[in-house]
């Protein structure tokens, strides 16, 4: 039996976020990131004692509140540093009737997680809709605006 993860540390939580998959998101931001990629858009993210120490339930209670959210967005930092957690949380709203689509950006490849990550990053993955996989490329440049403004 696996031990019951009751904390994580959250660096900016937001509602309704309107770019980054979603009319409506849930928007989760994790602190703690060791990928190191050169042109980091959030270097201040990559502290794992940024944010703040969440209890699970805190944070679950405080999504099921979003009304009129259609997707929930994790990112950070690293939220694969964090799986064990963001599983728990997931788990949760979907016991709890929420159902919402689950899109995660990780530095890590699917491939990386599958190879060599932890037991919780792989649990986590099948409560995953979107993976968005891979290292941040600054010299692909930024993300095209349809992208940045959520008009796919």
Do not use: K
């Not at 994790?30 to 944070?59: S, T």
């Not at 209670?61 to 997931?90: K, N, Y």
């Amino acid at each position: 039996m696996r031990r019951s993860v009751r904390r994580i540390r959250i660096a900016h939580r937001y509602f309704p976020v309107t770019t980054l998959g979603f009319e409506r998101g849930v928007g989760i931001w994790v602190a703690g990131c060791e990928n190191d990629c050169q042109g980091c858009l959030a270097p201040e993210l990559q502290n794992p004692r940024a944010g703040e120490l969440m209890l699970v339930d805190d944070v679950v209670a405080w999504a099921l509140e979003c009304r009129g959210a259609d997707g929930l967005m994790w990112s950070g930092g690293e939220p694969m540093m964090q799986a064990a957690a963001v599983d728990t949380i997931v788990q949760h709203l979907n016991e709890a009737g929420a159902h919402l689509p689950v899109l995660l950006y990780t530095g890590l490849t699917l491939g990386e997680i599958m190879a060599t990550g932890t037991s919780a990053q792989r649990r986590l993955l099948r409560h995953i809709d979107v993976l968005i996989d891979g290292r941040y490329r600054q010299e692909l440049g930024p993300a095209p605006r349809s992208y940045r403004d959520g008009t796919y």
